[in-house]
């Protein structure tokens, strides 16, 4: 039995507990948040223990991996102290927010022998795992141009804490989940071009209390990726998902793929030209199966493999998520040079 802590008791960890709860072999055996009425709501709507800090939690010798789903400026206090009290992290996206933290919590893991892995894993997902085995088969030619569409709405008509999300900006906050998916198909950026502004700069909390984002909420992104493809990817907290534009589409000489959905696991795939419907690999999840990325991470760690979702891949998100800041301050291009090991795809989409 592999047991798990969370960290971070916020918007997302009833989702990751709930499915985490479901794997044979896993146990989230407590939790903890620095805001002690959340921690205390969350433990009694989920029946979970709470820690009365984090060092009690690190402290804790039954508890093998920390799930830190805390706010990006957490988390590299919060992985630093897991790896150093001796835990396996598995951490929400992004890494870290530079490319030097990323890279000083990938030195941290490997100094002690531990294992650092990121979300986000919805390129494990039975929708992108299919789309990627079309890609590998050469199915429409080699993908030369991508459009991906990130629009994640006025997030403050829904999320109790909008603030963070907006501190960050939507490319940090979800077009994450679009560049982890294409860098692992694809390959690794080597140019980056962004364009970034603030299209509405006064937001309002469900509980009424007014705020500015503070990190451009529309941002373009143009990459060069290392395997000959063109990337263009819009993300936004101002359009919903509703609108025509939407997924993420590749394009090759003899026709489309295109993937409906970047979040949900049984999202529609069409290939071909004109792109028609195709069955999905394996037994696909209808929307999202949190612990799936950790459920992996965890097989991987009991198996001795390297596991999918790894900090080497998260960090040249982090590489592209900040040339992105740089591009849109300077209005120049961006060179990345940074790899990681390309991930497997999973053994039923091989």
């Known amino acids: 039995m592999t047991t798990l802590a969370i960290v971070g008791t916020g918007n997302i960890a009833a989702g990751y507990l709930t499915d ?51 706010p990006l400026s957490a988390h590299v206090p919060v992985t630093r102290a897991a790896l150093r009290a001796g835990k396996h992290v598995f951490s929400e996206k992004p890494l870290a927010p530079t490319a030097h933290e990323a890279r000083s919590l990938i030195a941290e893991a490997a100094a002690h022998g531990l294992r650092l892995g990121c979300a986000p894993f919805t390129y494990l997902g039975e929708a992108i795992q299919t789309a990627w085995k079309l890609v590998r088969d050469d199915a429409v030619g080699p993908i030369k141009l991508v459009y991906a569409e990130v629009n994640h709405d006025r997030i403050e008509s829904w999320h109790p804490a909008p603030q963070g999300p907006y501190r960050a900006g939507p490319l940090f906050d979800v077009g994450v989940y679009s560049l982890t998916a294409l860098t692992a198909m694809l390959g690794p950026a080597r140019k980056v071009w962004a364009y970034g502004t603030i299209l509405k700069p006064d937001r309002v909390t469900l509980s009424g209390e007014m705020f500015s984002p503070q990190a451009p909420d529309f941002s373009v992104v143009v990459l060069e990726l290392a ?18 534009q ?63 979702c790894s900090a080497e891949h998260a960090a040249h998100i982090v590489d592209i998520l900040t040339a992105a800041a740089q591009s849109q301050r300077t209005g120049t291009p961006v060179e990345v040079s940074s790899a990681f090991p390309p991930p497997l795809p999973m053994p039923w989409a091989a």
């Open 227 to 244: 395997g000959g493809a063109t990337v263009r990817l819009t993300a936004n907290f101002y359009v919903g998902a509703g609108t025509r």
């Open 246 to 308: 939407s997924g993420i589409e590749l394009h090759g000489e003899r026709g489309s793929i295109h993937i409906a959905d970047w979040t949900n696991f049984d999202s529609e795939i069409r290939v071909g030209l004109p792109p028609e419907p195709v069955a999905l690999l394996g037994d696909p999840y209808r929307g999202i199966p949190w612990g799936r990325g950790i459920a992996e991470f965890v097989a991987a760690i009991n198996e001795g493999r390297p596991h999918r």
């Open 20 to 70: 985490l709860r479901t794997y044979p072999g896993i146990e989230v055996v407590g939790g903890y948040d620095n805001d002690p009425a959340q921690s205390a709501a969350f433990a009694a709507a989920h029946d979970l223990p709470i820690y009365g800090s984090l060092d009690e939690l690190l402290g804790d010798e039954k508890v093998d991996v920390v799930v830190n789903l805390t």
